[in-house]
C-alpha cells in the first residue's frame, strides 16, 4: 500500500476574491469540460483546445447569480510529469481563457489514482472544501463534468450532478440517478437558466 502524498490534500487556487454568504454554484470539471481531452495529460500551453461557447455561457451564469468554481484531478503532477507549479500555470491558462475571468477558485488534486487521498474524484473532498471555504449552498449547486466518476463525486457532495458529451463519457458508465446529461456546458447553461 503507497503511503498517503505530502501534498496538500486540496489544492484551492483562487482567481478572485471570495463569497461571504451561502450561494448557488456551477462547479466544473475542466478536462472534457472547458477544453478538450487529450491522450495522456494537458502538460503545456500547446496541448490546450478550448471548446467552443463556454466564455459566454458562463458569464450570462455569473450574471444571473452563479458563483463559478473548477475542481479537476491532475494525477500528471504525482506521477511526476509536471511540476505543480506548471501544473498550475496551466490550469490558469485554461480557466482565464474558457471561462471570460468568471472563475473565482479552482480545486486541484494533484494525487496519483493510487494515493488514497480523499480529494480525488469520485470521492467529494475538492467538492466539500470548495463548498466549506466559500460557503456555497450544494443543494443549490451543480458539478459538471464529463465521466461518471463526476456524476459520484458531485452526488457524494450533496451537489446535483451534470455530465455533458464533450468529454470521456460515451453513454456506457452508468451514471447517478437523476443525472443531468447534455450536449456541453452552453447547452447547460441554457437549460438550467431556462434559455
Given amino acids: ?36 481531452n487529450v491522450d495522456g495529460y494537458v502538460l503545456q500551453q500547446s496541448q490546450i483546445r478550448l471548446l467552443p461557447g463556454n466564455p459566454e455561457a458562463l458569464t450570462a451564469a455569473r450574471r444571473a447569480g452563479f458563483a463559478i468554481f473548477v475542481a479537476t484531478n491532475q494525477q500528471c503532477v504525482g506521477l511526476g510529469l509536471i511540476s505543480l507549479d506548471r501544473a498550475l500555470r496551466v490550469n490558469r491558462s485554461i480557466v482565464n481563457a474558457a471561462s471570460a475571468g468568471t472563475v473565482l477558485a479552482s480545486a486541484i488534486c494533484p494525487h496519483r489514482a493510487d494515493a ?7 470521492l467529494p473532498g475538492m467538492l466539500v472544501a470548495l463548498a466549506r471555504r466559500f460557503h456555497l449552498s450544494a443543494e443549490h449547486s451543480y458539478y459538471v463534468g464529463d465521466a461518471a466518476t463526476d456524476s459520484i463525486a458531485a452526488s457524494a457532495a450533496g451537489f446535483k450532478p451534470v455530465v455533458v458529451r464533450t468529454g470521456r463519457w460515451d453513454g456506457q458508465d452508468a451514471l447517478i440517478d437523476g443525472t443531468i446529461v447534455t450536449k456541453d456546458l452552453p447547452s447547460f447553461v441554457s437549460l438550467v437558466l431556462g434559455r
Avoid: F, W, Y
Avoid at 488514497?116 to 469520485?122: A, E, F, L, M, Y
Fill in 1 to 36: 500500500m503507497r503511503r498517503p502524498s505530502s501534498t496538500p490534500a486540496v489544492l484551492v487556487d483562487r482567481h478572485r476574491i471570495a463569497l461571504r454568504h451561502p450561494r448557488r454554484a456551477l462547479i466544473l470539471d475542466r478536462d472534457g469540460v472547458l477544453n478538450e
Fill in 116 to 122: 488514497s487521498c480523499q480529494c480525488r474524484k469520485p
